[in-house]
Antibody, heavy 111, light 110 residues
Framework: EVQLVESGGGLVQPGGSLRLSCAAS????????MSWVRQAPGKGLEWVSV???????YYADSVKGRFTISRDNSKNTLYLQMNSLRAEDTAVYYC?????WGQGTLVTVSS | QAVVTQEPSLTVSPGGTVTLTCGSS?????????PYWFQQKPGQAPRTLIY???NKHSWTPARFSGSLLGGKAALTLSGAQPEDEAEYYC??????????FGGGTKLTVL
């Protein structure tokens, strides 16, 4: 059974940093392309970033230069390093394969 | 930045058929956009129904199908069930470097 489990969300002040993790089981993170997707409260889905099996990474304009996607093949885990956080980054963050989705982790940016 | 458009809301009768569409501001949607369709119910994570235009997962009910129709990606639901009431999102890839979600379609089964 495939499981993706996100962690690392929480409350952070504007300008702060967080690192999200997505631990995979029954599924090899490095063999597939993996994305981070977010959903602000009451809003639709927004693609954030993707990392391909070859290692190429891409970002939405809204997070470019502030967020970094990476993976640890030995831990079969996907990460999202988020710096210079803004109020508009408040959302539930999902990792997705995208055939499989995690349950999401809430990030709240507020003073 | 491309804009992906979906109908904001649609209503279908139980047992009826409805088609949701997904258009692109850059022109016709093709198989090269690798269209995805997702279903999301309140309080739940999204679930992938269709990938690469028309491919289904093992968990995708047979009543859902994906296609290209009139320059758009399309999701057709044939024989709607009450449990199909949900928000539906499409996702398009732009040369693999940029993925864009549509705004979502709220489907009501009534």
């Amino acid at each position: 059974e495939v499981q993706l489990v996100e962690s690392g969300g929480g409350l952070v002040q504007p300008g702060g940093s967080l690192r999200l993790s997505c631990a995979a089981s029954g599924f090899t993170v490095s063999s597939n392309y993996m994305s981070w997707v977010r959903q602000a409260p009451g809003k639709g889905l927004e693609w954030v970033s993707v990392i391909y099996s070859g290692g190429s990474t891409y970002y939405a304009d809204s997070v470019k230069g502030r967020f970094t996607i990476s993976r640890d093949n030995s831990k079969n885990t996907l990460y999202l390093q988020m710096n210079s956080l803004r109020a508009e980054d408040t959302a539930v963050y999902y990792c997705a394969s995208p055939s499989y989705w995690g349950q999401g982790t809430l990030v709240t940016v507020s003073s | 930045q491309a804009v992906v458009t979906q109908e904001p809301s649609l209503t279908v009768s139980p047992g009826g058929t409805v088609t949701l569409t997904c258009g692109s501001s850059t022109g016709a949607v093709t198989s090269g956009h690798y269209p995805y369709w997702f279903q999301q119910k309140p309080g739940q994570a999204p679930r992938t129904l269709i990938y690469d235009t028309s491919n289904k997962h093992s968990w995708t009910p047979a009543r859902f199908s994906g296609s290209l129709l009139g320059g758009k990606a399309a999701l057709t639901l044939s024989g709607a069930q009450p449990e199909d009431e949900a928000e539906y999102y499409c996702l398009l890839s732009y040369s693999g470097a940029n993925w864009v979600f549509g705004g979502g379609t709220k489907l009501t089964v009534l």
